[in-house]
């Protein structure tokens, strides 16, 4: 069961007892959302949704972010107006450990082919 938001503005994230393979690996299924991982990967703190240049729309974006922050991959938090995006890699990696990195390291990969 996903924790109940606190007010309007705190959005809700599974605890780590609720991350399930399954939701984090289809999560990462998409191109789209495999690329927001690798840009919050590559950063050492959080990013703001309008840091992200995705060739898709405002809702479309929206929806990514969301299936990410539902399956436990990424937390989202509003600092003032903006929506704040961290990776969840300590939580990840206590609960899959060399996940995330082997996965990152063969996105890596597949971009230098040309698979973006």
Same mark, same amino acid.
């Given at each position: 069961m $996903?924790?109940?938001?606190?007010?309007?503005?705190? /959005?809700?994230?599974?605890?780590?007892?609720?991350i399930?393979?399954?939701? *984090?690996?289809h999560?990462? &299924?998409d191109? #789209?959302r495999?690329?927001?991982?690798?840009?919050?990967?590559? *950063? &050492?703190?959080? %990013?703001?949704? &309008? @840091?992200?240049?995705?060739?898709?729309?405002?809702?479309? $974006? $929206?929806?990514?972010?969301?299936?990410?922050?539902?399956?436990?991959?990424?937390?989202?938090?509003?600092? +003032? $107006?903006?929506k #704040?995006? +961290? %990776?969840?890699?300590? @939580?990840?990696?206590?609960?899959?450990?060399?996940l995330?990195?082997? %996965? /990152?390291?063969?996105?890596?990969?597949?971009?230098?082919?040309?698979?973006?």
């Amino acid at each position: 069961m $996903t924790s109940p938001a606190i007010s309007g503005r705190d /959005l809700p994230h599974p605890g780590c007892d609720e991350i399930r393979l399954e939701g *984090v690996l289809h999560a990462l &299924s998409d191109p #789209m959302r495999l690329r927001i991982v690798r840009e919050l990967a590559a *950063v &050492s703190g959080e %990013l703001s949704c &309008s @840091d992200f240049e995705l060739p898709v729309t405002k809702s479309t $974006t $929206t929806h990514h972010f969301r299936v990410l922050r539902e399956s436990g991959v990424i937390r989202q938090v509003y600092r +003032g $107006t903006a929506k #704040m995006n +961290g %990776l969840r890699r300590e @939580d990840l990696e206590g609960l899959f450990p060399g996940l995330l990195d082997a %996965l /990152l390291d063969a996105a890596g990969r597949q971009a230098v082919r040309g698979g973006r």
